[in-house]
């Protein structure tokens, strides 16, 4: 068996914020009730502590499934190939987000290296900040918003923070100019 290691609290806040602290399973959310990480595919079987392995559960729907793959803990669905089919096809979904969200990541770190000769995204930014961002706008307004930064900010550091700042006001709604989404 694997042995479990500790989710850090910033990493698990990161996984309820983009997943909007609410139950992947039954959609509870608080004060309804508590929260808990899941790992998609169990510790014990051989599942890791990636965020595209973790998801936000509530106490019932987390301790109810314990250890169980959901590939095994569809009781609404008789059809153990249906069963399979759907599993895989959820996998492929998650697969493809995060291929898409990579490049993406990597092209908006290519407009920013291309700014500031060479310097690029940290990992954490890569991981916390940037899921976030692609999950709560569209690729074209995430790429506006870092080409404005790129073009207002002069150091590498002040960009990221100008972005970030740029990113949660267009999530939060405070639009401050018109963005590319808007104009469709």
């Known amino acids: 068996m694997k042995k479990r290691k500790q989710v850090s609290k910033k ?8 997943d909007l602290f609410t139950c992947q399973y039954c959609g509870n959310r608080p004060p309804d009730t ?3 990480l899941d790992h998609i595919i169990p510790v014990s079987k ?9 998801t936000t559960s509530c106490v019932d729907c987390n301790r109810g499934k314990s250890s169980t793959p959901l590939s095994e803990k569809l009781p609404e ?7 399979k089919y759907q599993e895989k096809a959820c996998r492929t979904q998650a697969d493809m987000l995060r291929l898409d969200r990579e490049r993406t990541t990597n092209y908006l ?7 500031f000769r060479g310097a690029k995204f940290t990992d954490e ?11 709560g706008m569209s690729v074209e307004d995430v790429e506006y918003a870092m080409a404005k930064a790129v073009t207002k900010v002069s150091s590498p550091e002040k960009c990221i923070q100008y972005f970030c700042g ?9 639009n ?4 590319p989404s808007d104009r469709r």
Request: charged share 35%; aromatic share 14%.
């Open 46 to 54: 051989g599942g890791g502590n990636e965020t595209s392995n973790l």
């Open 34 to 36: 508590i929260l808990e």
């Open 109 to 115: 770190e290519k407009i920013y290296a291309s700014k």
């Open 11 to 18: 990493a698990k806040f990161e996984v309820f914020k983009r």
């Open 125 to 135: 930014f890569k991981v916390l900040s940037m899921p976030q961002f692609l999950s």
């Open 166 to 174: 740029i990113c949660w006001k267009r999530i939060r709604g405070e």
């Open 77 to 83: 669905i008789d059809n153990l190939e249906e069963r």
């Open 176 to 179: 401050r100019y018109p963005w």
